[in-house]
T-cell receptor, first 116, second 115 residues
Framework: AQKVTQAQTEISVVEKEDVTLDCVYE???????LFWYKQPPSGELVFLIR??????QNEISGRYSWNFQKSTSSFNFTITASQVVDSAVYFC?????????????FGTGTRLLVSP | SQTIHQWPATLVQPVGSPLSLECTVE??????LYWYRQAAGRGLQLLFY??????ISSEVPQNLSASRPQDRQFILSSKKLLLSDSGFYLC??????????????FGPGTRLTVL
């Protein structure tokens, strides 16, 4: 069965620190997709990134970077030089290729608190 | 561009009262639609999904039901609310075509408190 584990419940950092959010997944499929979403205090989930299982290249988008390692079944998310606006709950999610619909399995989320 | 709306934004209801939450998507046709619930301090649980008008699949047995009366409208209902129905309800959509592998986009959510 699919499973996503975000072992870090809450992380507190001071502005400008780098922080890494961990995500470990379990799946039996060879084709699958990994996602990160951000949930700010307003509640709406904001899509950050999608990765397919055949693309292990790390990705960088501004201060955000993602490290996908199939060997350890991990898809970690790093924020460089964190800012107060990064404070949110971050969810990692997994979906397997399916016919007709997509089913996301979410981790329990990591709450990031960035203080000035 | 596509947008997704949910209303109401917040709702306080007494136990035993009915519920109707609405989700609509603009700017697309035949999307796959989803209802999720997020209990306080917890992750997201998929409640229902729909691949077309009148086609609803339920993920977990519960006190809630869903309907899709129009292509871009998804409704979450209950005849009698329970305290355990409190939570944050999120609607999501996936573009048609590559629905099985594409990205889900979420609405702003409805915060429901059952007293």
């Amino acid at each position: 069965a699919q499973k996503v584990t975000q072992a870090q419940t809450e992380i507190s950092v001071v502005e400008k620190e780098d922080v890494t959010l961990d995500c470990v997944y379990e799946t039996r499929d060879t084709t699958y997709y990994l996602f990160w979403y951000k949930q700010p205090p307003s509640g709406e989930l904001v899509f950050l990134i999608r990765r397919n299982s055949f693309d292990e290249q790390n990705e960088i988008s501004g201060r955000y970077s993602w490290n996908f390692q199939k060997s350890t079944s991990s898809f970690n998310f790093t924020i460089t030089a964190s800012q107060v606006v990064d404070s949110a709950v971050y969810f990692c999610a997994l979906s397997e290729e399916n016919t007709g619909f997509q089913k996301l399995v979410f981790g329990t989320g990591t709450r990031l608190l960035v203080s000035p | 561009s596509q947008t997704i709306h949910q209303w109401p934004a917040t709702l306080v209801q007494p136990v035993g009262s009915p519920l109707s939450l609405e989700c609509t998507v603009e700017g697309t046709s035949n999307p796959n639609l989803y209802w999720y619930r997020q209990a306080a301090g917890r992750g997201l649980q998929l409640l229902f999904y729909s691949v077309g008008i009148g086609q609803i699949s339920s993920e977990v047995p519960q006190n809630l039901s869903a309907s899709r009366p129009q292509d871009r409208q998804f409704i979450l209902s209950s005849k009698k609310l329970l305290l355990s129905d409190s939570g944050f309800y999120l609607c999501a959509w996936v573009p048609p075509g590559l629905a099985s592998i594409d990205t889900q986009y979420f609405g702003p959510g409805t915060r429901l408190t059952v007293l």
